[in-house]
């Protein structure tokens, strides 16, 4: 995949794809995919910033199938009112791109729900989403769902004893637990598909680093993060770039079902797609199960109506 570019994605006319995200990664996707003539929905919490980046596709792309969605990933209920809208609005679903997030609020936050809000909105909810959009992601000739990681999830540990960092709460550790999660979840849902004949393809990605808002946002153009991305910004690669690893995970024929990709530069840190190392954690079946396990109970059981095949 010398320097695999937007130039060699497929056609996507015909697909209907979700991505989760109004700017940085999730814009970017969205953009490529609007190009290549998809229904696109971008889905996120802000209704302004979503009608901006539709109307900013729509300006470069004047014939674009795009639309907003609102969905707050700190809700689940939010979450559930969305594939409720989807269900009766769309017949099928072609591609899902989980790739919203937050990262690093200096002092632990909580979700609607109660749950440590790194965890929540970059993992829990794109879980619960997958699982209640299943329905709809088979009845698509080929679906595929992608899951975005990070280069931080090579530092993260799933730990049970303190899943929601009440007792230990550190920015960066629960950053790393949730993408670490993302990863496992991606991989977990290809041997789930496998197992239970959903017929959906599962594939992780990672953006390395990128000129995007997530430092910014989150724990603020004044903290030591955000003055790094500040004064070292020509380190980060665009969001354009990013979005190449996750884009080929998304359309491209011969992307691997179960695989990880991410930029081939040094360190992952940026370039085109590669397929990208894993993190041995990432690679345990047991904590991997027991993570599912989990995920169910935390979102009401989401996947367990589909675990007969052909359900």
Same mark, same amino acid.
């Given at each position: ?65 795009v639309s907003f ?9 939010s979450v559930k ?35 440590? /809000? &790194?965890?929540?909105?970059? #993992?829990?909810?794109?879980? $619960?989403?997958?699982?209640?959009? %299943?329905?709809? @992601?088979?009845? +698509? ?21 303190? /899943? &929601?960092?009440?007792?230990? #709460?550190?920015?960066?550790? $629960?950053?790393s637990q949730s993408? %670490?999660?993302? @990863?496992?979840? +991606? ?125």
């Amino acid at each position: 995949m010398a320097q695999w570019t937007i130039s060699a994605m497929p056609s996507q006319k015909g697909k209907t794809a979700i991505v989760t995200g109004t700017g940085g990664i999730g814009y970017e996707c969205a953009l490529a995919l609007a190009k290549e003539k998809a229904q696109v929905i971008i889905a996120g919490r802000n209704s302004k910033k979503g009608a901006e980046a539709v109307a900013k596709i729509k300006t470069e792309v004047p014939h674009a199938d795009v639309s907003f969605e609102i969905i707050d990933l700190a809700d689940l209920q939010s979450v559930k009112h969305f594939a409720q809208r989807l269900q009766r609005e769309q017949e099928r679903v072609d591609l899902l791109i989980n790739n919203a997030a937050i990262m690093n609020p200096p002092t632990r936050m909580q979700s609607q729900d109660g749950l440590e /809000l &790194q965890f929540a909105t970059n #993992y829990l909810s794109h879980f $619960a989403l997958t699982g209640l959009l %299943l329905p709809l @992601l088979r009845k +698509a000739e080929a679906p595929r769902v992608v899951t975005v990681s990070s280069i931080a999830s090579r530092q993260g540990k799933i730990d049970f004893g303190d /899943l &929601q960092s009440k007792v230990d #709460y550190v920015p960066m550790k $629960a950053y790393s637990q949730s993408k %670490l999660a993302c @990863l496992m979840f +991606a991989l977990e849902l290809e041997r789930k598909s496998n197992e239970h004949g959903w017929g959906i393809t599962s594939i992780g990605a990672h953006p390395g680093v990128c000129r995007t808002e997530l430092l910014h946002n989150a724990p603020g153009k004044l903290s030591p993060q955000g003055i790094f991305r500040s004064l070292f910004w020509f380190m980060f690669q665009p969001a354009a770039q990013g979005a190449l690893p996750v884009l080929y995970a998304a359309t491209a024929s011969n992307g691997r079902p179960g695989g990880y990709y991410g930029p081939g530069g040094i360190a992952e840190l940026n370039g085109y797609p590669v397929l990208a190392k894993i993190p041995p954690d990432a690679l345990n079946g047991i904590v991997a199960a027991k993570l599912w396990e989990e995920s169910e109970r935390l979102t009401g059981g989401v996947f367990a109506a589909q675990m007969m095949p052909n359900a």
